[in-house]
């Protein structure tokens, strides 16, 4: 298909059968709105589709057309607060015709099954991290083939690395302006488990049955007993995710990857635990991993929930040091000996909504979006490996040719 008929068109399910999912319509009009169906109408999902009205009011030819949520109060709020079509369950929102591409922002454990229901529904993509739940890799590498040969346009959800800066810095990082990178570190520091326990309990005398799928909730996670916190305040525990290793840390690696331009690590090792926070949370809160790449080059991630005090963005290489001083800056300082320069480079900051109008523009002109899928794997591989190396105590290694992690 010739990349100008690509632009011309936007797919509709109508036109994404069993059969012919992944063929383009180039014969089709392209709509004149773009209609997106939200799944997962929690605190993030619905500041999400309230970015996609507010990129409507702004005169981006978008809507949210359908709304899904397993939890029938969440899902009427919805529903009523942005109009929009109520789905109990995703697959049938994704017969929506009406529904051009969709949001993923459940829990970790849905996002692998829901995303690839739509890439085989012909939809476009838009899922929040990380990309899977750490005990998901086959199911990720089954998604990642699928929407490869279905060119699916697939924004991750790490926001981040939209900002202008990351592209900046990647540019001159790949022109030489350092020399050859050796070495990196960036983390995520909080001070509260607000993002853990913190997570609201709506109802205290919520149960199971028709205003609640609980089965559907657990997915292909071992199956528990129904309480009101595993529901709740799911990041909690490790069926359901990884803590703030596997919530927080997508956003700083996903950019520093970005700059990097690595592909997949050789070795990942990790080391943390419930240092501060316990009762009946099992997710650790402070965790800190290495990551070893075939490039002789070691990226350091550390973080805790513990303490706010924060982990400067660096990146050494053999000819300077790349340094971001926030998320609008970096700084170039050469190494004593070296013809380089110093430089200093700034880059207006870029927010929520410039994500979603990127990937909203991607889905329009086929382009690859900021937080692409094949970014998204190459970040998720790191982070499933450091939760193995964390829960087994080993360190853990990837076969980059079979797409494997062995432990030892």
């Known amino acids: 298909m010739a990349e100008g008929g690509r632009r011309d068109f936007l797919r509709?399910?109508?036109?994404?059968?069993?059969a012919t999912a992944g063929v383009r319509a180039e014969e089709q009009a392209p709509k004149e709105r773009l209609g997106v169906g939200l799944i997962?109408?929690?605190?993030?999902?619905?500041?999400?589709?309230?970015?996609?009205?507010?990129l409507g009011q702004e005169g981006m030819p978008a809507q949210l057309a359908a709304v899904c949520d397993i939890y029938a109060p969440r899902l009427e709020r919805?529903?009523?607060?942005?109009?929009a079509k109520p789905y109990k369950d995703s697959r049938e929102l994704l017969k929506d015709t009406a529904v051009d591409a969709v949001i993923?922002?459940?829990?970790?454990?849905?996002?692998?099954?829901q995303a690839m229901q739509a890439v085989r529904a012909g939809k476009d993509i838009y899922c929040e991290k990380p990309l899977t739940h750490w005990q998901q890799l086959d199911k990720l590498k089954e998604l990642v083939r699928e929407a490869r040969r279905r060119q699916t346009v697939f924004q991750v959800g790490a926001q981040w690395v939209t900002d202008e800066v990351w592209r900046r810095a990647g540019e001159l990082v790949r022109g030489g302006a350092i020399g050859k990178p050796v070495h990196a570190q960036t983390g995520y520091f909080r001070h509260g488990d607000g993002g853990e326990r913190g997570m609201p309990v709506e109802d205290p005398n919520?149960?199971?049955?028709?205003?609640?799928d609980w089965e559907a909730f657990q997915a292909d996670a071992p199956r528990h007993p129904f309480?009101?916190?595993?529901?709740?305040?799911w990041r909690m525990y490790m069926d359901y995710s990884g803590g703030p290793s596997t919530d927080l840390y997508p956003h700083p690696l996903t950019r520093l990857l970005k700059v990097l331009g690595v592909g997949f690590p050789k070795s990942v090792v990790a080391l943390g635990g419930k240092y501060r926070y316990n009762g009946e949370r099992?997710?650790?809160?402070?965790?800190?991993?290495?990551i070893q790449y075939s490039q002789n080059l070691t990226v350091a991630v550390l973080g805790t929930i513990a303490n706010e005090t924060g982990l400067e963005t660096v990146i050494r290489g053999t000819e300077g040091t790349l340094s971001f001083g926030s998320?609008?800056?970096?700084?170039?300082?050469?190494?004593?000996?070296?013809t380089k320069r110093r430089q200093e480079v700034t880059a207006e900051p870029r927010f929520d909504y410039d994500h979603m109008r990127n990937f909203l523009e991607c889905v329009r002109t086929r382009e690859k979006p900021n937080g692409d899928l094949e970014l998204g794997y190459r970040v998720q591989v790191p982070l499933i490996m450091a939760m193995l190396s964390f829960t087994k105590g080993k360190v853990a290694h990837f076969d980059a040719d079979k797409e494997e992690i062995r432990l030892g």
């Open 12 to 18: 509709t399910l109508g036109a994404t059968t069993a």
């Open 40 to 54: 997962g109408c929690g605190a993030r999902g619905s500041h999400l589709g309230r970015v996609v009205r507010q």
């Open 78 to 83: 919805a529903a009523q607060a942005f109009s």
């Open 104 to 113: 993923v922002a459940t829990p970790d454990r849905l996002h692998v099954h």
């Open 206 to 212: 919520a149960r199971p049955g028709p205003s609640l």
């Open 227 to 233: 309480s009101v916190s595993r529901f709740f305040q």
């Open 282 to 290: 099992d997710v650790p809160d402070t965790f800190d991993m290495l």
């Open 327 to 338: 998320r609008s800056g970096f700084v170039i300082q050469p190494q004593q000996g070296t």
